[in-house]
């Protein structure tokens, strides 16, 4: 790439960032949705159940680098996305693919309520203990044959509720 499209690339960053700060809670929570589909429509992120966030094909750095492939539960894959629109997050805050990392920087975005029922549809129950009530997340991530089309469905919920999974 040279110092023009580089340039020009920054620039169309720039501005997209802009806008994502100029956004409502809801529509911040729809974009990051919207980004986790395109991440697994370009084949760029792999959802994988029961792991959050695996990015050994990728290079240490604080921004992803521009071809990056990862494997991602969902929490893992929104994050992701969320690196390409917040400067201030990077993979380097996941801290190897931690929970906890990871959900420190998506809560800024959705509540832990939201986060969880998120997590339980997309891995089918696999974090449920035996005190919640997982019934209606497993229902609903278990009608999707691939861990790529149970993804895509719960971000689709997402962008249809204004920004709210609604299982």
């Known amino acids: 790439m040279n110092t023009k499209e580089l340039r020009r690339e920054l620039k169309r960053i720039g501005d997209r960032n802009r806008r994502f700060d100029g956004m409502s809670p809801e529509r911040k929570r729809v974009a990051i949705a919207r980004d986790t589909i395109e991440s697994l429509r370009l084949k760029k ?18 921004k992803l680098p521009k071809n990056y492939k990862c494997q991602a539960c969902a929490l893992g894959s929104m994050f992701v996305g969320l690196t390409t629109r917040v400067k201030d997050v990077s993979v380097k805050d ?28 997309f891995e089918t129950g696999y974090r449920c203990v035996a ?37």
């Open 131 to 167: 005190a919640d009530d997982c019934s209606t997340q497993q229902k609903f991530g278990a009608q999707f044959k691939t861990e790529d089309e149970r993804l895509v469905a719960i971000m689709q919920n997402i962008i249809d509720n204004n920004g709210e999974f609604k299982p």
């Open 94 to 121: 996941a801290n190897g693919g931690i929970r906890d990392d990871i959900t420190d920087g998506l809560s800024n975005y959705f509540d832990n309520e939201q986060l969880d029922l998120i997590e339980n549809a």
């Open 45 to 62: 992120v792999v959802a994988k159940r029961g792991v959050y966030l695996d990015w050994t094909s990728m290079e240490n750095g604080d």
